[in-house]
């Protein structure tokens, strides 16, 4: 259960490091220090969406999921059941670390968790050096 764990939160944090790549690239930012303050700008956010998907991830494992979703009445496609039934090997639990990292950029709330521009809060080092 430990392996998966740490699987899924590397997956997760390569989706997040992806995310903060491009939002840096977007703003024609470079170097380490200004993807540095983006993360710090959106650190509480992103532990928060972080926390969210580990927690979801938690119920799978140990077969919960789905009593979960039955016990919310949520509707289970056979697919999604079929899933749920797979053995969680460390592949298996890093793609899923990405795979509810990018759904959770679905809803509204988490859409964007990354601040719109770093600079607007006078951070210095996420400027660009000259």
């Keep these: 259960?430990?392996?998966?764990?740490?699987?899924?939160?590397?997956g997760s944090v390569c989706h997040t490091l992806a995310q903060v790549d491009a939002a840096a690239r977007g703003r024609k930012l470079s170097g380490w220090p200004a993807r540095w303050a983006i993360i710090q700008?959106?650190?509480?956010?992103?532990?928060v969406r972080t926390l969210i998907t580990l927690a979801i991830f938690a119920l799978w494992p140990e077969g919960q999921a789905v009593s979960a979703l039955?016990?919310?009445k949520v509707p289970i496609p056979d697919?999604?059941?079929?899933?749920?039934?797979?053995?969680?090997t460390?592949?298996?639990?890093?793609?899923?670390?990405?795979?509810l990292d990018v759904a959770l950029g679905?809803?509204?709330k988490f859409r964007s968790v990354l601040?719109?521009?770093?600079?607007?809060?006078?951070?210095a080092a996420?400027?660009?050096p000259s």
């Design 41 to 47: 700008d959106a650190a509480i956010p992103i532990f």
């Design 90 to 99: 460390w592949p298996v639990a890093f793609l899923v670390g990405i795979v």
């Design 1 to 10: 259960m430990i392996v998966a764990i740490i699987a899924f939160l590397l």
């Design 79 to 88: 697919w999604v059941d079929a899933i749920l039934d797979l053995h969680v």
């Design 126 to 128: 996420a400027q660009k």
């Design 106 to 108: 679905f809803i509204p």
């Design 70 to 72: 039955n016990a919310i």
């Design 115 to 123: 601040p719109a521009d770093p600079l607007a809060n006078g951070n």
